[in-house]
């Protein structure tokens, strides 16, 4: 067993006594070596608490290993030491459906209209990072547009490296908001509800496709007249799913505010030549399905260029689609 869990068997044992129903937790996978002190760890919690149940998932792409709980919280980080309780007390909040948190905050947590996606930081050492954690941790029980992930920052420092996080704890929000230190719930509360989606990242909006609701950010889209960046980073993205779902809210958009989706295809097609196959094919249908006649001559050099024969099918089915006059922009 864990050995911080393996020392605190008995309290363990107590907590699940006390949890108001079973709650589950996902292990994700992944060819990552430090894949194993996830999985230990939820095989030791699963053994001293059978209430808490365990499930598997297997990475995609480059996904990190994690612990999960829901759709709403990823852990990249191993709960030890410190960060032990105020885990378990998230597990028990989830568990009893209650979050815990002060009418007023609530409040304002309901009014995020918008994915949200939170970033913390910090490290299993970090004095400070516990209260933090403990602070914002039930945010999405109160609003499921809220997803928190939690990063180990000294397990996983490329994820720090690449956000610029140089110290513990670290509150980062999706439109370039950030806070350092012991931040208290009601400032990341305001950050949220303030923040600005279309300075969101593509994660935020992914939650809302794996969550079935691509008509739901079309139309948060067109009311706020602007496709946002991070739903074309996901047109132009190396996953599937996530890709199929961002078009189907493009496609929503083109039917229900034409000249919106048009204006968006300029910055689509300037993400044509970092794309894979498979994405840049997609692009090419979305010119011919919200495209107007503007877009033929670009198609075609693109058509002389183009030496993979998938490419070329699907930007000649563009070009069909553009003469047949049946896009969106037309």
Known sequence: MNTTLEERNDELRRWGGALAGPVDIGLVRSTDRRTEPFAAFCEALHRAVPAVGVYEEEAEGDR????????????HMVPEAKELAPFLDLLARVAAGDPGLPAGLAEKLRAVNVPSLIDLYVTTQCPNCPAVMNRIASFPL?????????????????????????????????????????VRAEEVADGLLNGDPAQMGAEAFARMIHAGDAEGLAGMMIERGQVFPGVLDLVAGDLFSLRLGAMVAMETI???????????????????????????????????????????????????????PELQDAIRDALESLEAGGGGGH
């Open 64 to 75: 990190l290993p994690a612990i999960r709980i829901g759709d709403s919280w990823t852990f």
């Open 142 to 182: 109160v609003n499921a547009r809220i997803a928190l992930r939690i990063v180990d920052g000294l397990l996983f420092p490329e994820m720090a490296r690449k956000q610029a996080v140089r110290a513990v704890p670290t509150v980062l929000l999706s439109d370039g908001i950030r806070f350092t230190g012991q």
């Open 254 to 308: 083109g039917e229900q505010a034409p000249e919106l989706a048009l204006k968006a295809l300029e910055p689509l097609w300037n993400r044509m030549e970092g794309a894979d196959l498979s994405a840049r094919g997609d692009i090419a249908y979305l010119i011919g399905e919200l495209g107007d006649e503007s877009w033929r001559p670009r198609l075609e050099t693109l058509l002389t260029q183009t030496p993979e």
